[in-house]
């Protein structure tokens, strides 16, 4: 090897395990993105087996749902049957869509017997009917009985992505339980269960609003992505390995 050559080979060597270093850094992220994502994979498959079994289960009191709720902080999609009477007065509307249209969800305030209060997501109505008057057959008088899934209250708003809710127009963009419960009208003083209530499909007079329109719609991709991030890492190590075969080929 001429004195040149050896010359090149020596200003070559930092260089080569500098890269050789940051491929082995970037093996290693692959490597806990992959892992990474087969825990979330673990994570994701027991949420749908719970939220499986809680849906196909029988509907609870509302006093187990509450007590549980205090226990785990989790009640999402649990069964529940309440007995109350609506305040139509205070009926909050939910922007959302149903089957292609555009409208809201109507969460009202159901009173218990006890005195408290707890939103009930009755369903769905068309945007130009979010006046109550003009589907007055459906704003049940009354005690009734609401069989349905218990949600979770959302912490804080899910993303800065949404609009802020326009309260003085009774248009929610998220779900803010305590800013609907504020501008109800409720009593002073009141007391509101800490969950909401989505009701099920029982139809109401008049046809509005629509029940039943809880959408448990939870994608699992995990699988894919960690065989994404594996793969990745598998292309990276057979790079690396020709890297260092190759100077001992050429000496």
Do not use: C
């Amino acid at each position: 090897m001429s004195e040149a050559s050896i010359r090149s080979a020596r200003r070559s060597r930092p260089r080569s395990a500098l890269l050789l270093g940051l491929g082995l850094v970037l093996l290693l992220i692959l490597l806990v993105l992959g892992t990474w994502q087969v825990q979330r994979l673990h994570w994701k498959e027991g949420l749908l087996q719970t939220i499986d079994q809680r849906t196909h289960s029988a509907p609870l009191p509302l006093a187990e749902v509450e007590k549980e709720f205090a226990s785990t902080g989790d009640i999402d999609y649990t069964p529940v049957t309440v007995s109350g009477t609506f305040l139509h007065s205070g009926e909050r509307h939910f922007y959302a869509t149903w089957e292609g249209d555009a409208g809201f969800n109507v969460y009202t305030p159901l009173a218990l017997d006890d005195g408290r209060f707890v939103l009930i997501n009755r369903g769905f109505i068309p945007y130009d009917l979010k006046d109550p008057a003009k589907r007055a057959e459906g704003q049940i008088q009354g005690k009734v009985t609401i069989t349905g899934l218990a949600r979770n209250p959302l912490p804080a708003k899910p993303s800065m992505m949404l609009p802020d809710n326009d309260v003085a127009k009774n248009i929610f963009y998220w779900k803010d339980r305590d800013a609907m419960a504020a501008s109800a009208g409720l009593p002073a003083g009141f007391t509101l269960v800490p969950i909401f209530i989505d009701a099920d499909k029982t139809l109401n007079p008049g046809g509005l609003p629509i029940g039943g329109v809880t959408i448990i719609d939870l994608p699992n991709s995990h699988l894919q992505y960690a065989m994404t991030w594996y793969g990745l890492a598998a292309a990276l190590a057979a790079v690396l390995i020709l890297r260092l075969r190759r100077p001992a080929k050429e000496e």
